[in-house]
């Protein structure tokens, strides 16, 4: 059963993917990438981590996605203008890509695995209470930090996204 | 190998790290072949995806939940990205009046 949702989950995100990369009109690589997105909170919730599946969810396929699409109304359907100027671009990136694929492919031949930590209390384990710990006590500074990298993100995107730049 | 146990079947955690690498070769392919900047931002955001899934299946595997950590981190910094560059492309569209990245060099002199 889980094998099955695993596979129908896998093959919607690679489709979702082939969407993104291969649609002409940028609404609907938006909406491709929410498709994987749900996907891989399906695998994450295979994974048994609930919270990064809320997350993933609500602010990911959420707020983030909700946050292109306005970009998207808000600069009207522009489409991309006929062929680059680079002859060989479509050539180069899919060999470099084969590259990188062949790569991958030969570094998960030789991964060891640990073997999991058997004392380890696998009932907490990716739960709300679990992560928080985690993120209040070791993590505590890290998570502060992203709150200010929020918060600088915010003031940035209001500043560059003023009415006029010459003025800068 | 190692094998994980979801709701009594086993399954290969070399499966899901597959599954990863061919999304984030997707987004790859998507950065160098499109030239949409927000179609280049959207390709980053899966490759960003796909690492979250390969730090969560390894999390998994490891019985750690460091992994889901590190993810929760990269969602908030994939958020701050997301609307910085969302808000440089706002900014260039008002000033140049296009969306193709061949079109926009100012930066370049």
């Known amino acids: 059963m889980a094998i099955a949702v695993f596979f129908v989950a896998a093959a919607m995100a690679v489709l979702g993917g082939i969407g993104v990369i291969s649609f002409h009109q940028s609404i609907r690589s938006v909406l491709s990438l929410v498709v994987v997105m749900l996907a891989l909170s399906v695998e994450f919730l295979l994974l048994s981590a609930q919270f990064v599946f809320a997350v993933q969810i609500i602010v990911y396929a959420g707020a983030v996605m909700v946050l292109f699409l306005f970009v998207i109304a808000l600069l009207g359907p522009a489409r991309e203008l006929g062929r680059g100027r680079l002859r060989f671009q479509a050539w180069l990136s899919g060999l470099f890509v084969l590259v990188l694929l062949g790569l991958m492919w030969a570094m998960l031949q030789g991964v060891q695995y640990r073997q999991p930590d058997s004392k380890a209390d696998m009932s907490l384990f990716g739960t709300v209470q679990a992560i928080g710990v985690g993120l209040f006590t070791t993590y505590l500074y890290p998570f502060e930090l992203t709150s200010i990298l929020l918060l600088v993100a915010a003031i940035g995107a209001i500043y560059l996204s003023r009415k006029r730049i010459d003025d800068l | ?109």
């Open chain 2, 1 to 109: 190998m190692s094998t994980l146990n979801i709701g009594g079947s086993q399954i290969d955690t070399s499966w899901f790290l597959l599954l990863s690498a061919v999304l984030f070769i997707l987004g790859t392919t998507g950065v160098l072949v499109r030239r949409n900047p927000l179609v280049i931002l959207i390709s980053i955001e899966l490759m960003m995806n796909a690492a979250n899934l390969a730090l969560i299946g390894y999390g998994a595997a490891l019985g750690t939940r460091e992994g889901q950590i590190v993810v929760f981190f990269v969602i908030a910094i994939a958020a701050a990205e997301a609307s910085v560059g969302l808000a440089i492309f706002v900014s260039l569209f008002r000033h140049t009046e296009t969306i193709d990245v061949n079109e926009i060099h100012i930066l370049k002199w």
